[in-house]
Protein backbone atom coordinates (compact mmCIF):
# COMPACT_ATOMS: atom_id res chain seq x y z
CA UNK A 1 0.00 0.00 0.00
CA UNK A 2 2.03 3.05 -1.18
CA UNK A 3 1.25 6.57 0.48
CA UNK A 4 0.22 8.70 -1.60
CA UNK A 5 2.10 11.15 -3.36
CA UNK A 6 1.68 14.67 -2.42
CA UNK A 7 -0.82 15.82 -5.11
CA UNK A 8 -3.49 13.85 -3.58
CA UNK A 9 -2.67 14.15 0.06
CA UNK A 10 -6.43 13.10 2.28
CA UNK A 11 -4.68 13.93 5.50
CA UNK A 12 -7.29 15.66 7.79
CA UNK A 13 -6.72 19.24 9.03
CA UNK A 14 -5.61 19.39 12.34
CA UNK A 15 -7.98 19.99 15.85
CA UNK A 16 -8.31 19.93 18.56
CA UNK A 17 -8.83 16.59 20.06
CA UNK A 18 -12.46 15.57 20.10
CA UNK A 19 -14.17 18.74 18.30
CA UNK A 20 -16.70 18.28 15.98
CA UNK A 21 -15.52 20.65 13.33
CA UNK A 22 -18.43 21.16 11.36
CA UNK A 23 -18.92 24.89 11.68
CA UNK A 24 -18.54 25.42 7.89
CA UNK A 25 -21.18 23.38 6.27
CA UNK A 26 -22.55 22.93 3.83
CA UNK A 27 -22.90 25.59 1.02
CA UNK A 28 -19.14 25.71 0.29
CA UNK A 29 -19.12 22.25 0.14
CA UNK A 30 -16.67 19.72 -0.08
CA UNK A 31 -14.10 21.20 2.10
CA UNK A 32 -10.50 21.39 0.12
CA UNK A 33 -8.56 23.24 2.89
CA UNK A 34 -8.97 20.15 4.89
CA UNK A 35 -6.88 18.09 2.29
CA UNK A 36 -3.95 20.09 1.57
CA UNK A 37 -2.16 20.22 5.31
CA UNK A 38 0.87 18.74 4.44
CA UNK A 39 1.57 21.13 1.29
CA UNK A 40 0.64 24.06 3.71
CA UNK A 41 1.65 23.37 6.95
CA UNK A 42 5.04 21.72 8.13
CA UNK A 43 4.32 19.02 10.22
CA UNK A 44 3.81 19.45 13.83
CA UNK A 45 4.78 16.22 16.02
CA UNK A 46 1.64 15.22 18.19
CA UNK A 47 0.65 12.52 20.85
CA UNK A 48 3.62 13.35 23.62
CA UNK A 49 2.33 10.82 26.61
CA UNK A 50 2.80 10.99 29.95
CA UNK A 51 2.29 8.00 32.44
CA UNK A 52 2.55 9.25 36.18
CA UNK A 53 2.42 7.13 38.57
CA UNK A 54 -0.24 4.80 37.15
CA UNK A 55 -1.89 2.49 39.11
CA UNK A 56 -4.42 -0.10 38.02
CA UNK A 57 -6.15 -2.77 40.44
CA UNK A 58 -9.36 -5.02 39.58
CA UNK A 59 -10.39 -6.35 43.31
CA UNK A 60 -7.10 -7.65 44.67
CA UNK A 61 -5.10 -8.06 41.43
CA UNK A 62 -2.90 -5.15 40.44
CA UNK A 63 -2.71 -5.41 37.13
CA UNK A 64 -0.20 -2.58 36.61
CA UNK A 65 1.48 -1.11 39.40
CA UNK A 66 2.67 2.90 39.76
CA UNK A 67 3.86 3.33 36.15
CA UNK A 68 5.73 5.90 34.99
CA UNK A 69 6.16 5.96 31.17
CA UNK A 70 7.44 9.25 28.57
CA UNK A 71 6.84 8.65 25.47
CA UNK A 72 7.72 11.69 23.23
CA UNK A 73 5.82 13.27 20.50
CA UNK A 74 5.59 11.63 17.51
CA UNK A 75 6.69 8.26 18.66
CA UNK A 76 5.91 4.31 17.68
CA UNK A 77 6.02 3.10 20.70
CA UNK A 78 5.47 -0.67 21.31
CA UNK A 79 4.38 -2.49 24.84
CA UNK A 80 5.42 -5.33 25.18
CA UNK A 81 5.34 -8.42 27.63
CA UNK A 82 3.83 -11.89 27.72
CA UNK A 83 0.55 -12.12 28.61
CA UNK A 84 -0.94 -10.49 32.03
CA UNK A 85 1.89 -8.44 32.32
CA UNK A 86 -0.16 -5.16 31.79
CA UNK A 87 0.19 -3.75 28.87
CA UNK A 88 -3.35 -4.26 27.39
CA UNK A 89 -4.79 -2.84 30.56
CA UNK A 90 -1.97 -0.07 30.23
CA UNK A 91 -3.26 0.90 26.52
CA UNK A 92 -7.17 0.89 27.60
CA UNK A 93 -6.13 3.03 30.91
CA UNK A 94 -4.48 5.57 28.14
CA UNK A 95 -7.64 5.06 25.71
CA UNK A 96 -9.85 5.83 28.40
CA UNK A 97 -11.77 2.23 28.57
CA UNK A 98 -10.34 1.58 31.84
CA UNK A 99 -10.14 4.09 34.82
CA UNK A 100 -6.87 4.15 36.14
CA UNK A 101 -6.91 3.63 40.28
CA UNK A 102 -4.00 5.65 40.54
CA UNK A 103 -1.91 8.68 38.65
CA UNK A 104 -1.99 10.44 35.93
CA UNK A 105 -2.19 10.33 32.40
CA UNK A 106 -1.49 13.27 30.40
CA UNK A 107 -1.84 13.65 26.40
CA UNK A 108 0.12 16.47 24.37
CA UNK A 109 0.50 18.07 28.45
CA UNK A 110 -3.69 18.17 28.80
CA UNK A 111 -4.43 15.45 31.89
CA UNK A 112 -6.48 13.47 30.32
CA UNK A 113 -7.45 10.86 33.22
CA UNK A 114 -10.55 11.45 33.79
CA UNK A 115 -11.67 12.02 30.37
CA UNK A 116 -13.90 9.79 27.87
CA UNK A 117 -11.96 8.31 25.18
CA UNK A 118 -13.45 10.45 22.65
CA UNK A 119 -12.08 13.41 24.29
CA UNK A 120 -8.83 12.41 24.90
CA UNK A 121 -7.22 12.50 21.44
CA UNK A 122 -6.78 9.06 20.74
CA UNK A 123 -8.18 6.67 19.07
CA UNK A 124 -8.44 2.90 19.10
CA UNK A 125 -7.67 0.40 16.93
CA UNK A 126 -9.01 -2.77 18.60
CA UNK A 127 -8.09 -6.54 18.13
CA UNK A 128 -9.60 -8.27 15.23
CA UNK A 129 -10.66 -4.69 14.49
CA UNK A 130 -14.32 -4.74 15.85
CA UNK A 131 -15.95 -3.06 12.84
CA UNK A 132 -19.38 -2.80 12.82
CA UNK A 133 -20.96 -5.68 10.72
CA UNK A 134 -24.30 -3.85 10.25
CA UNK A 135 -22.30 -0.72 8.97
CA UNK A 136 -20.73 -0.85 5.17
CA UNK A 137 -17.11 -0.03 5.46
CA UNK A 138 -17.62 4.04 4.61
CA UNK A 139 -20.44 4.46 7.34
CA UNK A 140 -17.75 2.45 9.70
CA UNK A 141 -15.62 5.07 8.84
CA UNK A 142 -17.58 7.79 8.79
CA UNK A 143 -19.36 6.65 12.30
CA UNK A 144 -17.36 8.99 14.53
CA UNK A 145 -18.09 11.83 12.08
CA UNK A 146 -21.89 10.90 12.62
CA UNK A 147 -22.10 10.53 16.47
CA UNK A 148 -20.80 13.96 16.14
CA UNK A 149 -23.43 15.14 14.20
CA UNK A 150 -21.17 15.91 10.90
CA UNK A 151 -23.69 16.67 8.33
CA UNK A 152 -23.92 13.41 5.97
CA UNK A 153 -22.33 14.94 3.05
CA UNK A 154 -19.25 15.81 4.74
CA UNK A 155 -18.73 12.86 6.85
CA UNK A 156 -19.03 10.72 3.86
CA UNK A 157 -16.38 13.03 2.08
CA UNK A 158 -14.06 12.35 4.62
CA UNK A 159 -14.62 8.76 5.07
CA UNK A 160 -14.09 8.83 1.41
CA UNK A 161 -10.69 10.13 1.66
CA UNK A 162 -10.06 7.84 4.38
CA UNK A 163 -10.69 5.12 2.98
CA UNK A 164 -8.58 6.35 -0.35
CA UNK A 165 -5.47 7.24 2.47
CA UNK A 166 -5.59 3.32 2.95
CA UNK A 167 -6.72 2.42 -0.51
CA UNK A 168 -10.23 1.09 0.24
CA UNK A 169 -11.96 3.46 -1.65
CA UNK A 170 -13.21 0.98 -4.26
CA UNK A 171 -14.83 -1.25 -1.20
CA UNK A 172 -16.65 1.60 0.37
CA UNK A 173 -19.92 0.11 0.17
CA UNK A 174 -18.80 -3.54 0.98
CA UNK A 175 -19.60 -4.65 4.24
CA UNK A 176 -17.01 -5.94 6.76
CA UNK A 177 -18.13 -9.76 6.63
CA UNK A 178 -17.16 -9.55 2.88
CA UNK A 179 -13.52 -8.30 3.36
CA UNK A 180 -10.46 -10.09 3.94
CA UNK A 181 -8.45 -9.59 7.44
CA UNK A 182 -5.67 -7.49 5.84
CA UNK A 183 -8.38 -5.34 4.63
CA UNK A 184 -10.73 -5.42 7.27
CA UNK A 185 -7.49 -4.23 9.15
CA UNK A 186 -6.70 -1.12 6.48
CA UNK A 187 -10.59 0.43 7.49
CA UNK A 188 -10.22 -0.25 11.04
CA UNK A 189 -7.24 1.85 10.27
CA UNK A 190 -9.39 4.15 8.21
CA UNK A 191 -11.80 4.61 11.12
CA UNK A 192 -9.66 5.14 14.09
CA UNK A 193 -7.74 7.99 11.58
CA UNK A 194 -11.02 9.86 10.72
CA UNK A 195 -10.75 11.79 13.80
CA UNK A 196 -7.93 13.14 13.11
CA UNK A 197 -6.42 11.82 16.91
CA UNK A 198 -2.74 12.69 18.54
CA UNK A 199 -1.99 8.79 19.11
CA UNK A 200 -3.34 5.56 17.64
CA UNK A 201 -3.50 2.87 19.90
CA UNK A 202 -3.34 -0.53 18.39
CA UNK A 203 -4.09 -3.68 20.75
CA UNK A 204 -2.27 -6.60 18.89
CA UNK A 205 -3.21 -5.85 15.79
CA UNK A 206 -1.19 -7.79 13.88
CA UNK A 207 -2.08 -10.99 15.64
CA UNK A 208 -5.17 -11.41 12.86
CA UNK A 209 -3.25 -11.59 9.99
CA UNK A 210 -1.65 -14.53 8.38
CA UNK A 211 2.38 -14.36 8.34
CA UNK A 212 3.20 -13.23 5.01
CA UNK A 213 0.36 -10.11 5.65
CA UNK A 214 1.92 -9.37 9.04
CA UNK A 215 4.90 -8.62 7.54
CA UNK A 216 3.60 -5.62 5.26
CA UNK A 217 1.21 -4.51 7.24
CA UNK A 218 4.13 -4.08 9.68
CA UNK A 219 5.71 -1.59 7.20
CA UNK A 220 2.84 0.31 6.13
CA UNK A 221 1.97 1.33 9.87
CA UNK A 222 4.92 2.42 10.48
CA UNK A 223 5.14 4.41 7.28
CA UNK A 224 1.54 5.73 8.46
CA UNK A 225 2.58 7.05 11.34
CA UNK A 226 5.62 8.47 10.06
CA UNK A 227 3.43 10.52 7.63
CA UNK A 228 1.21 11.75 10.30
CA UNK A 229 3.48 12.61 12.96
CA UNK A 230 1.33 11.28 15.91
CA UNK A 231 2.22 8.67 18.06
CA UNK A 232 1.52 4.95 17.69
CA UNK A 233 1.08 3.31 20.74
CA UNK A 234 1.03 -0.61 19.70
CA UNK A 235 0.65 -3.13 22.29
CA UNK A 236 2.00 -6.42 21.28
CA UNK A 237 3.51 -9.84 22.75
CA UNK A 238 5.62 -10.72 19.53
CA UNK A 239 9.42 -9.52 19.77
CA UNK A 240 9.72 -9.61 15.99
CA UNK A 241 7.08 -7.03 15.78
CA UNK A 242 8.65 -4.51 18.89
CA UNK A 243 11.75 -4.37 17.18
CA UNK A 244 10.86 -3.90 13.86
CA UNK A 245 8.87 -1.27 14.78
CA UNK A 246 9.27 0.74 17.56
CA UNK A 247 11.39 3.89 18.20
CA UNK A 248 10.60 3.17 21.85
CA UNK A 249 10.27 -0.47 23.29
CA UNK A 250 8.40 -0.67 26.17
CA UNK A 251 8.82 -4.39 27.99
CA UNK A 252 6.62 -5.03 30.64
CA UNK A 253 6.62 -8.10 33.28
CA UNK A 254 3.68 -8.77 36.35
CA UNK A 255 2.27 -5.35 35.48
CA UNK A 256 5.78 -3.21 35.77
CA UNK A 257 7.94 -1.87 33.39
CA UNK A 258 10.97 -4.28 32.90
CA UNK A 259 13.35 -2.65 30.88
CA UNK A 260 12.65 0.54 28.51
CA UNK A 261 14.35 2.25 25.30
CA UNK A 262 15.14 1.74 21.55
CA UNK A 263 15.21 -1.35 20.11
CA UNK A 264 19.00 -1.42 19.77
CA UNK A 265 19.46 -0.40 23.44
CA UNK A 266 17.01 -3.20 24.78
CA UNK A 267 18.40 -6.26 22.39
CA UNK A 268 22.14 -5.05 22.41
CA UNK A 269 22.02 -4.40 26.83
CA UNK A 270 19.04 -6.48 28.42
CA UNK A 271 19.28 -5.36 31.51
CA UNK A 272 17.50 -8.70 33.12
CA UNK A 273 17.59 -12.43 32.59
CA UNK A 274 13.77 -12.14 31.61
CA UNK A 275 14.47 -8.94 28.90
CA UNK A 276 16.95 -11.51 27.30
CA UNK A 277 14.99 -14.72 27.41
CA UNK A 278 12.05 -12.51 26.39
CA UNK A 279 13.58 -10.70 23.29
CA UNK A 280 15.42 -14.39 22.05
CA UNK A 281 18.33 -14.02 20.13
CA UNK A 282 20.49 -14.05 23.78
CA UNK A 283 22.17 -16.64 25.86
CA UNK A 284 21.57 -16.61 29.52
CA UNK A 285 25.05 -18.23 31.09
CA UNK A 286 25.67 -18.85 34.50
CA UNK A 287 29.21 -17.54 35.14
CA UNK A 288 30.95 -17.53 38.70
CA UNK A 289 30.90 -13.86 38.63
CA UNK A 290 27.04 -14.01 37.52
CA UNK A 291 24.61 -14.45 35.20
CA UNK A 292 25.66 -12.55 31.97
CA UNK A 293 23.70 -12.86 29.00
CA UNK A 294 25.90 -12.95 25.19
CA UNK A 295 23.70 -12.66 22.09
CA UNK A 296 23.43 -16.15 20.41
CA UNK A 297 25.02 -14.98 16.67
CA UNK A 298 27.99 -13.85 18.98
CA UNK A 299 28.23 -17.18 20.80
CA UNK A 300 30.40 -19.90 19.20
CA UNK A 301 31.41 -23.47 20.06
CA UNK A 302 35.33 -23.54 20.81
CA UNK A 303 38.00 -25.57 19.85
CA UNK A 304 39.01 -26.46 23.47
CA UNK A 305 37.81 -26.08 26.50
CA UNK A 306 34.77 -23.84 27.33
CA UNK A 307 31.40 -23.57 28.64
CA UNK A 308 29.91 -26.76 28.42
CA UNK A 309 26.87 -27.49 26.80
CA UNK A 310 25.19 -30.81 25.23
CA UNK A 311 23.30 -30.59 21.68
CA UNK A 312 19.71 -30.71 21.92
CA UNK A 313 18.77 -30.44 17.87
CA UNK A 314 20.35 -28.42 15.05
CA UNK A 315 18.15 -27.06 12.49
CA UNK A 316 18.87 -25.55 8.96
CA UNK A 317 17.67 -22.14 8.57
CA UNK A 318 19.05 -21.31 4.96
CA UNK A 319 21.41 -19.21 6.11
CA UNK A 320 23.13 -21.79 8.31
CA UNK A 321 22.19 -24.02 10.68
CA UNK A 322 20.79 -23.19 14.16
CA UNK A 323 22.09 -25.51 17.01
CA UNK A 324 19.63 -26.05 20.28
CA UNK A 325 21.67 -26.49 23.33
CA UNK A 326 21.53 -26.72 26.71
CA UNK A 327 23.75 -26.10 29.68
CA UNK A 328 24.24 -28.33 33.14
CA UNK A 329 20.94 -26.44 34.44
CA UNK A 330 18.75 -27.25 31.72
CA UNK A 331 19.03 -23.55 30.19
CA UNK A 332 18.75 -23.23 27.04
CA UNK A 333 21.37 -22.01 24.60
CA UNK A 334 21.46 -21.15 20.72
CA UNK A 335 24.42 -20.97 18.50
CA UNK A 336 24.45 -20.46 14.57
CA UNK A 337 26.67 -22.29 13.04
CA UNK A 338 27.40 -21.86 9.17
CA UNK A 339 27.20 -24.94 6.71
CA UNK A 340 30.93 -25.23 6.39
CA UNK A 341 31.90 -25.16 10.28
CA UNK A 342 29.31 -27.56 10.36
CA UNK A 343 30.92 -29.58 7.67
CA UNK A 344 34.44 -29.30 9.32
CA UNK A 345 32.83 -30.73 12.87
CA UNK A 346 29.83 -32.95 12.13
CA UNK A 347 27.68 -32.78 15.09
CA UNK A 348 24.54 -35.02 15.95
CA UNK A 349 22.01 -34.45 18.58
CA UNK A 350 23.23 -35.29 22.36
CA UNK A 351 27.39 -34.71 21.60
CA UNK A 352 28.83 -32.85 24.40
CA UNK A 353 30.14 -29.29 22.78
CA UNK A 354 31.48 -26.39 24.51
CA UNK A 355 30.60 -22.51 24.29
CA UNK A 356 33.08 -19.58 24.12
CA UNK A 357 32.45 -15.67 23.29
CA UNK A 358 34.63 -13.00 23.13
CA UNK A 359 34.59 -10.64 26.20
CA UNK A 360 33.41 -7.67 24.99
CA UNK A 361 30.24 -9.08 24.52
CA UNK A 362 29.36 -10.61 27.97
CA UNK A 363 26.34 -8.70 29.51
CA UNK A 364 26.45 -8.59 32.93
CA UNK A 365 22.40 -9.12 34.03
CA UNK A 366 21.14 -7.58 37.31
CA UNK A 367 19.95 -10.43 39.78
CA UNK A 368 16.47 -11.03 39.54
CA UNK B 1 -39.59 -37.56 4.01
CA UNK B 2 -41.46 -38.84 7.30
CA UNK B 3 -41.22 -34.90 8.24
CA UNK B 4 -42.81 -33.72 4.65
CA UNK B 5 -45.39 -35.96 5.22
CA UNK B 6 -45.97 -35.10 9.06
CA UNK B 7 -46.40 -31.20 7.03
CA UNK B 8 -48.40 -32.48 4.39
CA UNK B 9 -50.86 -34.28 6.42
CA UNK B 10 -51.36 -31.80 9.54
CA UNK B 11 -50.28 -28.51 7.96
CA UNK B 12 -50.65 -28.41 3.60
CA UNK B 13 -53.97 -30.77 3.64
CA UNK B 14 -55.89 -28.32 6.43
CA UNK B 15 -54.76 -25.40 4.45
CA UNK B 16 -55.92 -26.79 1.08
CA UNK B 17 -59.52 -27.95 2.79
CA UNK B 18 -59.89 -24.66 4.05
CA UNK B 19 -59.07 -23.23 0.95
CA UNK B 20 -61.97 -25.22 -0.61
CA UNK B 21 -64.30 -24.90 2.18
CA UNK B 22 -64.17 -21.01 1.66
CA UNK B 23 -65.75 -21.57 -1.73
CA UNK B 24 -68.20 -23.73 -0.66
CA UNK B 25 -72.07 -22.37 -0.74
CA UNK B 26 -74.26 -23.02 2.59
CA UNK B 27 -78.07 -22.75 4.15
CA UNK B 28 -79.26 -22.44 7.78
CA UNK B 29 -78.93 -25.87 7.88
CA UNK B 30 -76.45 -27.59 5.16
CA UNK B 31 -72.89 -27.50 3.29
CA UNK B 32 -73.52 -27.21 0.01
CA UNK B 33 -69.67 -28.19 -2.18
CA UNK B 34 -69.81 -25.40 -4.80
CA UNK B 35 -67.34 -23.24 -5.92
CA UNK B 36 -68.91 -19.62 -5.16
CA UNK B 37 -67.27 -16.34 -4.02
CA UNK B 38 -70.42 -15.69 -2.13
CA UNK B 39 -68.59 -15.81 1.16
CA UNK B 40 -65.48 -13.10 0.54
CA UNK B 41 -68.47 -10.93 -1.41
CA UNK B 42 -70.64 -11.04 1.95
CA UNK B 43 -67.53 -10.63 4.26
CA UNK B 44 -66.97 -7.15 2.01
CA UNK B 45 -70.67 -6.36 1.64
CA UNK B 46 -70.77 -2.39 1.75
CA UNK B 47 -67.49 -1.71 2.39
CA UNK B 48 -67.22 0.64 -0.55
CA UNK B 49 -69.30 3.24 1.09
CA UNK B 50 -67.87 5.49 3.38
CA UNK B 51 -69.06 4.28 6.43
CA UNK B 52 -66.82 1.51 7.58
CA UNK B 53 -68.59 -1.80 6.97
CA UNK B 54 -68.21 -4.54 10.01
CA UNK B 55 -65.48 -6.46 8.32
CA UNK B 56 -62.99 -3.12 8.22
CA UNK B 57 -64.08 -2.11 11.25
CA UNK B 58 -63.24 -6.23 13.37
CA UNK B 59 -59.60 -5.61 11.28
CA UNK B 60 -58.73 -1.91 12.33
CA UNK B 61 -60.10 -3.02 16.16
CA UNK B 62 -57.70 -6.27 15.80
CA UNK B 63 -55.01 -4.67 14.36
CA UNK B 64 -55.53 -2.08 16.90
CA UNK B 65 -54.85 -4.08 19.51
CA UNK B 66 -51.67 -5.98 17.61
CA UNK B 67 -50.11 -2.27 17.21
CA UNK B 68 -50.51 -1.95 21.06
CA UNK B 69 -49.06 -5.13 22.09
CA UNK B 70 -46.27 -5.46 19.20
CA UNK B 71 -45.32 -2.07 20.70
CA UNK B 72 -45.18 -3.10 24.73
CA UNK B 73 -43.66 -6.35 24.25
CA UNK B 74 -41.28 -4.84 21.71
CA UNK B 75 -40.28 -1.67 24.58
CA UNK B 76 -40.48 -4.33 28.04
CA UNK B 77 -39.06 -7.37 25.97
CA UNK B 78 -36.39 -5.56 24.31
CA UNK B 79 -35.33 -3.92 27.72
CA UNK B 80 -35.33 -6.87 29.71
CA UNK B 81 -33.58 -8.82 27.31
CA UNK B 82 -30.56 -6.17 27.30
CA UNK B 83 -30.60 -6.32 31.37
CA UNK B 84 -29.95 -9.60 31.02
CA UNK B 85 -27.43 -9.43 28.37
CA UNK B 86 -25.54 -6.74 29.26
CA UNK B 87 -26.31 -5.70 32.77
CA UNK B 88 -26.19 -9.06 34.50
CA UNK B 89 -22.26 -9.64 35.07
CA UNK B 90 -22.35 -13.16 35.51
CA UNK B 91 -23.19 -16.27 33.65
CA UNK B 92 -24.95 -18.13 36.61
CA UNK B 93 -27.25 -14.90 37.28
CA UNK B 94 -27.80 -14.66 33.76
CA UNK B 95 -29.34 -18.46 34.06
CA UNK B 96 -31.04 -17.71 37.20
CA UNK B 97 -33.18 -14.41 35.86
CA UNK B 98 -33.34 -16.01 32.56
CA UNK B 99 -35.10 -18.90 34.02
CA UNK B 100 -37.56 -16.80 36.51
CA UNK B 101 -38.62 -15.43 33.22
CA UNK B 102 -39.94 -18.58 31.76
CA UNK B 103 -41.58 -19.03 35.45
CA UNK B 104 -45.27 -17.79 34.59
CA UNK B 105 -45.48 -20.37 31.68
CA UNK B 106 -45.55 -23.61 33.94
CA UNK B 107 -49.27 -22.93 34.49
CA UNK B 108 -51.61 -22.60 31.43
CA UNK B 109 -52.34 -19.58 29.53
CA UNK B 110 -55.70 -19.47 30.42
CA UNK B 111 -54.94 -19.46 34.18
CA UNK B 112 -52.82 -16.25 34.02
CA UNK B 113 -54.71 -14.40 31.93
CA UNK B 114 -58.18 -15.28 34.60
CA UNK B 115 -55.76 -14.22 37.39
CA UNK B 116 -56.13 -11.23 36.65
CA UNK B 117 -59.73 -10.90 36.95
CA UNK B 118 -59.81 -10.88 40.86
CA UNK B 119 -57.08 -8.40 40.48
CA UNK B 120 -58.83 -5.70 38.03
CA UNK B 121 -62.35 -6.65 38.94
CA UNK B 122 -64.71 -3.74 40.34
CA UNK B 123 -64.09 -5.06 44.11
CA UNK B 124 -60.55 -5.96 42.93
CA UNK B 125 -57.53 -5.37 44.63
CA UNK B 126 -56.29 -2.77 42.12
CA UNK B 127 -59.71 -0.83 42.66
CA UNK B 128 -59.75 -1.45 46.48
CA UNK B 129 -55.81 -0.21 46.85
CA UNK B 130 -56.69 2.79 44.65
CA UNK B 131 -59.96 3.93 46.93
CA UNK B 132 -58.06 2.85 50.28
CA UNK B 133 -55.58 4.91 48.94
CA UNK B 134 -58.10 7.68 48.18
CA UNK B 135 -56.93 8.26 44.86
CA UNK B 136 -61.02 7.24 43.42
CA UNK B 137 -63.98 7.70 44.95
CA UNK B 138 -65.75 5.05 42.77
CA UNK B 139 -64.68 1.99 40.92
CA UNK B 140 -62.63 2.47 38.31
CA UNK B 141 -64.66 0.31 35.42
CA UNK B 142 -62.26 0.32 32.43
CA UNK B 143 -59.78 -1.73 34.65
CA UNK B 144 -61.43 -4.95 33.55
CA UNK B 145 -63.09 -6.18 30.31
CA UNK B 146 -61.82 -3.34 28.15
CA UNK B 147 -59.48 -3.17 25.80
CA UNK B 148 -56.61 -2.16 28.31
CA UNK B 149 -56.99 -5.34 30.14
CA UNK B 150 -57.04 -7.40 26.40
CA UNK B 151 -53.47 -5.53 25.78
CA UNK B 152 -52.37 -6.14 29.76
CA UNK B 153 -53.10 -9.73 29.37
CA UNK B 154 -51.47 -10.13 25.68
CA UNK B 155 -48.16 -8.36 27.29
CA UNK B 156 -48.05 -10.94 30.47
CA UNK B 157 -48.33 -13.35 27.99
CA UNK B 158 -46.27 -12.69 25.19
CA UNK B 159 -43.49 -10.80 26.13
CA UNK B 160 -41.21 -13.85 26.62
CA UNK B 161 -41.42 -14.02 23.24
CA UNK B 162 -39.70 -11.14 22.51
CA UNK B 163 -37.30 -11.25 25.58
CA UNK B 164 -36.17 -14.80 23.82
CA UNK B 165 -35.04 -14.13 20.31
CA UNK B 166 -34.08 -10.65 21.02
CA UNK B 167 -31.44 -11.49 24.17
CA UNK B 168 -30.28 -14.31 21.48
CA UNK B 169 -29.38 -11.62 19.27
CA UNK B 170 -27.83 -9.26 21.80
CA UNK B 171 -25.63 -12.32 23.27
CA UNK B 172 -24.50 -12.64 20.01
CA UNK B 173 -23.16 -8.81 19.70
CA UNK B 174 -18.73 -8.71 20.30
CA UNK B 175 -18.82 -6.65 23.52
CA UNK B 176 -15.70 -4.72 21.90
CA UNK B 177 -18.18 -3.20 19.46
CA UNK B 178 -19.55 -1.07 22.14
CA UNK B 179 -16.35 0.44 23.09
CA UNK B 180 -15.56 1.00 19.92
CA UNK B 181 -18.57 2.75 19.82
CA UNK B 182 -17.58 4.67 23.22
CA UNK B 183 -14.06 5.06 21.53
CA UNK B 184 -15.96 7.16 18.58
CA UNK B 185 -17.50 9.59 20.68
CA UNK B 186 -21.01 7.52 20.93
CA UNK B 187 -23.44 8.03 23.84
CA UNK B 188 -24.89 5.25 25.41
CA UNK B 189 -28.25 6.31 23.47
CA UNK B 190 -26.67 6.39 20.30
CA UNK B 191 -24.72 3.39 21.33
CA UNK B 192 -28.22 1.85 22.35
CA UNK B 193 -29.43 3.27 18.55
CA UNK B 194 -26.80 3.08 15.59
CA UNK B 195 -24.94 -0.14 17.05
CA UNK B 196 -27.36 -2.62 19.61
CA UNK B 197 -30.43 -2.28 18.01
CA UNK B 198 -29.51 -2.98 14.40
CA UNK B 199 -27.64 -5.80 15.75
CA UNK B 200 -30.62 -6.80 17.35
CA UNK B 201 -32.47 -6.63 14.37
CA UNK B 202 -33.25 -10.64 13.57
CA UNK B 203 -34.26 -11.13 17.26
CA UNK B 204 -36.61 -8.07 16.79
CA UNK B 205 -38.38 -9.36 13.60
CA UNK B 206 -38.66 -12.96 14.73
CA UNK B 207 -40.22 -11.93 18.43
CA UNK B 208 -42.68 -9.42 16.51
CA UNK B 209 -43.83 -12.57 13.98
CA UNK B 210 -44.38 -14.42 17.05
CA UNK B 211 -46.69 -11.52 18.61
CA UNK B 212 -48.24 -10.74 15.47
CA UNK B 213 -49.40 -14.21 14.71
CA UNK B 214 -50.38 -15.02 17.77
CA UNK B 215 -52.64 -11.84 18.66
CA UNK B 216 -53.91 -11.51 15.18
CA UNK B 217 -55.06 -14.88 15.34
CA UNK B 218 -56.05 -14.64 19.04
CA UNK B 219 -60.10 -14.92 20.41
CA UNK B 220 -59.69 -16.76 23.65
CA UNK B 221 -57.79 -13.67 25.72
CA UNK B 222 -59.83 -11.18 23.34
CA UNK B 223 -62.99 -13.10 24.88
CA UNK B 224 -62.20 -13.67 28.40
CA UNK B 225 -59.95 -10.23 29.29
CA UNK B 226 -62.39 -8.07 26.80
CA UNK B 227 -65.56 -9.44 28.56
CA UNK B 228 -66.77 -10.77 25.11
CA UNK B 229 -66.98 -6.80 24.09
CA UNK B 230 -64.29 -6.42 21.93
CA UNK B 231 -64.80 -7.67 18.04
CA UNK B 232 -61.63 -9.11 16.82
CA UNK B 233 -61.15 -11.29 13.65
CA UNK B 234 -60.25 -14.50 15.75
CA UNK B 235 -63.38 -13.79 17.19
CA UNK B 236 -65.89 -13.50 14.23
CA UNK B 237 -64.03 -16.56 13.10
CA UNK B 238 -65.32 -18.53 15.81
CA UNK B 239 -68.60 -16.96 16.26
CA UNK B 240 -69.44 -18.04 12.39
CA UNK B 241 -68.31 -21.76 12.92
CA UNK B 242 -70.46 -22.03 16.09
CA UNK B 243 -73.10 -21.42 14.35
CA UNK B 244 -71.83 -23.75 11.49
CA UNK B 245 -71.15 -21.04 8.52
CA UNK B 246 -68.15 -23.11 7.91
CA UNK B 247 -67.95 -21.88 4.26
CA UNK B 248 -68.09 -18.28 5.78
CA UNK B 249 -65.47 -18.72 8.42
CA UNK B 250 -63.06 -20.26 5.75
CA UNK B 251 -63.62 -17.60 3.78
CA UNK B 252 -62.44 -15.28 6.49
CA UNK B 253 -59.66 -17.68 7.62
CA UNK B 254 -58.53 -16.97 4.04
CA UNK B 255 -58.49 -13.81 4.32
CA UNK B 256 -56.78 -12.83 8.08
CA UNK B 257 -53.76 -15.77 6.74
CA UNK B 258 -52.87 -13.75 3.54
CA UNK B 259 -52.63 -10.30 5.64
CA UNK B 260 -50.86 -11.94 8.38
CA UNK B 261 -48.19 -13.34 5.74
CA UNK B 262 -48.67 -10.07 4.29
CA UNK B 263 -47.03 -8.48 7.66
CA UNK B 264 -44.52 -11.31 8.05
CA UNK B 265 -43.01 -10.48 4.74
CA UNK B 266 -42.74 -7.14 5.60
CA UNK B 267 -40.74 -7.92 8.16
CA UNK B 268 -38.78 -10.07 6.64
CA UNK B 269 -37.88 -7.81 4.06
CA UNK B 270 -36.34 -5.53 6.46
CA UNK B 271 -34.28 -8.75 7.60
CA UNK B 272 -32.73 -11.48 6.28
CA UNK B 273 -33.54 -14.10 8.52
CA UNK B 274 -32.21 -17.22 6.83
CA UNK B 275 -28.63 -16.02 7.37
CA UNK B 276 -29.33 -14.88 10.82
CA UNK B 277 -30.46 -17.98 12.13
Known amino acids: MPIHAAGRAPLPRITAPGRARHASCCPGFPQPETLRLETLA ?284 ADATGEELGVLLDEAALAAHPLTPGDQVALTWDAADERPLDPA | MPLALVLALFFVLPLLATAVVSLWDYTEYSLVPDVTARNYREMFEGCASFTLCTTFRTYLSTLKLCLLVWMFTLTIGFTVAYFLAFMVRTETMRTVLFLLCTAPFLTSNVIRMISWIPLLGREGVANRALKSLGIVSQPVEWLLFSEFSVVLAFVHLYTLFVTVPVFNSLMRIDRRLLEAARDAGATGWQTLWHVVVPLAKPGIVIGSIFVIVLVMGDFVTIGVMGGQQIASVGKVIQVQMSYLQFPAAAAQAMVLLALVLGMIVALTKLVDIRREL
Open chain 1, 42 to 325: PLKLRGAIEFVGVSKRFGATTAVSALDLRIPAGTYCCLLGPSGCGKTTTLRMLAGHEQASDGDILLDNTNVTGLPPARRGTAMMFQSYALFPHLSCLDNVAFSLRMQGVPKPERHARAADMLALVEMDSYAARLPAQLSGGQQQRVALARALVTNPAALLLDEPLSALDPFLRGRVRAELKRFQQRLGISFVHVTHSQDEALALADWVVLMKDGRIEQQGTAMALFDRPRTAFVARFLGGHNVLALPQGQVAVRADRTRLAEGGGYPATLRALEYTGTGFSLSL
